[in-house]
């Protein structure tokens, strides 16, 4: 059973298109994240939720726009999408605890043409 | 929040321990160390972490200095599946914060 998982596992799209990444955990985990890791590989924060709850908003254009439905899900939503917004995401989850261990994703590798 | 200093890279024959070092001089008192690896674009996957005393699991230990500037991350018995980047990341407010990591290579 994989314990966090995304959809789809790429994604290539024309500029200016919207388009949303799904993510799934199966832990019961209360927290999730989503990450972003550009080409030169740097792995940054962007969102994290906790109980359906914004609690990290890192400085991220509001083209992106995350969405809990309930505590196993945290989808994100991205409109008009640019060139630089090519990366691979991903999606992670802990317990509710600020320093719990987070179990990520496999990612979603999005090209934006 | 701290920032972490590691070597970009390291090689490691295979069946030896590998000691991955890591600085984090600015690191806060509640915050933890947390070490993550991440193989060929997967998903980054925990390894071990820790606060004050060195830690064991199955998969590593972690040794961290007293004043807790810095820790060391020992492999035992490298094989060619741990050849990846690996991250040592402090952990505070629900934050990792990824740094570039170290490249490790095991070779046979």
């Known amino acids: 059973d994989t314990a966090v998982s995304q959809t789809p596992k790429y994604l290539v799209t024309q500029m200016g298109n919207d388009k949303s990444i799904k993510c799934e955990q199966n832990?019961?985990?209360?927290?999730m994240y989503w990450y972003k890791q550009d080409s030169k590989k740097f792995l940054k924060i962007m969102f994290s939720y906790n109980n359906k709850e914004l609690i990290i908003n890192e400085t991220v254009p509001n083209r992106f726009s995350p969405k809990s439905p309930d505590k196993a899900h945290l989808n994100l939503h991205i409109n008009s999408l640019e060139l630089g917004d090519s990366a691979v995401y991903f999606c992670?989850?802990?317990?509710?605890?600020?320093?719990?261990?987070?179990?990520f994703g496999p990612g979603t590798r999005l090209l934006v043409l | 929040d701290a920032k972490t200093t590691q070597p970009t890279s390291m090689d490691c024959a295979e069946g030896r321990a590998a000691n991955l070092p890591c600085n984090h001089s600015?690191?806060?008192?509640?915050?933890?160390v947390y070490w993550y690896r991440q193989i060929h674009s997967q998903g980054p996957q925990y390894i071990i972490h820790?606060?004050?005393n060195n830690e064991t699991n199955e998969m590593a230990s972690l040794i961290i200095t007293e004043d807790r500037k810095s820790s060391t991350l020992i492999l035992p018995h490298a094989t060619l599946r741990d050849t990846a980047v690996y991250y040592c990341?402090?952990?505070?407010?629900?934050?990792?914060?990824f740094g570039a990591g170290t490249t490790v290579t095991v070779r046979a």
């Open positions: 832990l019961g985990h209360d927290t």
């Open positions: 820790g606060l004050k």
């Open positions: 990341t402090p952990s505070n407010d629900y934050k990792l914060s």
């Open positions: 992670a989850s802990s317990h509710h605890s600020k320093q719990e261990t987070q179990y």
């Open positions: 600015t690191i806060s008192g509640n915050e933890y």
